[in-house]
């Protein structure tokens, strides 16, 4: 069975600029989550969502992030303008519907010079 | 809401020692407890997790872990450590279709 995929694993910016990640969940997983991990803490849920539909979004900054998953499947999340605070590790994570585990890809690590 | 405490930020340990990582919660909710574990410049992997029946569960590489209600615990613990354990661990609660995560702690193997 194939994993949460992410890219790019890596991206450097400068601020102010836009940047965009890519998730691809495990199949027949409606449930997709958006969590920032900054160094040396915890991951911080941004945002959920089940199927196309937003679930949580209260811990997005919705003025610079936005995310979007259109057909249910894939999404995409953006940083538009980037600061130096948003560098961090991006993890996507899927599960089932109310399923209590979700299995984590392997991250985006962004920096933001 | 739910909280997650992880007492220790970082825990050094000899190789073959025994190790205790410790976990509090809170939550005003019945919830699920979790523990991941993440190897250098890797994602998030599930190592144990806690849903319901037996407070003791187990993992496949020797980790352990109990709940305990009444102190609203969760630590993590392994009676013998290896160089290959060094890593990173994260407590995990969740509650009402929330994951919430602990600051993580840093496991250290020295030989």
């Known amino acids: 069975e194939a994993g949460v995929a992410q890219s790019p694993r890596y991206k450097i910016i400068e601020k102010r600029q836009s940047v965009a990640f890519w998730c691809n969940p495990i199949?027949?997983?409606?449930?997709l989550y958006w969590y920032q991990q900054i160094l040396g803490q915890g991951p911080k849920l941004l945002i959920q969502?089940?199927?196309?539909?937003?679930?949580?979004d209260s811990q997005l900054p919705k003025d610079r992030f936005s995310a979007e998953r259109l057909k249910g499947v894939d999404s995409t999340l953006k940083i538009q303008p980037a600061k130096l605070e948003d560098s961090a590790v991006y993890l996507c994570a899927s599960s089932i519907p109310q399923g209590p585990r979700q299995y984590f890809g392997p991250g985006t690590r962004l920096t933001v010079l | 809401a739910q909280s997650v405490t992880q007492l220790d930020s970082q825990v050094p340990v000899f190789e073959e020692a025994p190790v205790e990582l410790r976990c509090n919660y809170s939550?005003?909710?019945?919830?699920?407890l979790f523990w991941y574990v993440q190897y250098p410049n890797q994602g998030l992997q599930l190592l144990l997790k806690y849903l319901s029946g037996s407070t003791l569960v187990e993992s496949i590489n020797g980790f352990e872990a109990e709940f305990n209600k009444s102190q609203t615990s969760f630590h993590l613990r392994k009676p013998s450590v290896h160089i290959s354990d060094t890593a990173e661990y994260f407590c995990?609660?969740?509650?009402?279709?929330?994951?919430?995560f602990g600051q993580g702690t840093r496991l250290t193997i020295n030989p």
């Open positions: 939550s005003s909710v019945s919830v699920y």
């Open positions: 969502f089940q199927n196309n539909g937003v679930v949580d």
């Open positions: 199949s027949g997983h409606a449930t």
């Open positions: 995990a609660v969740m509650g009402a279709q929330k994951l919430v």
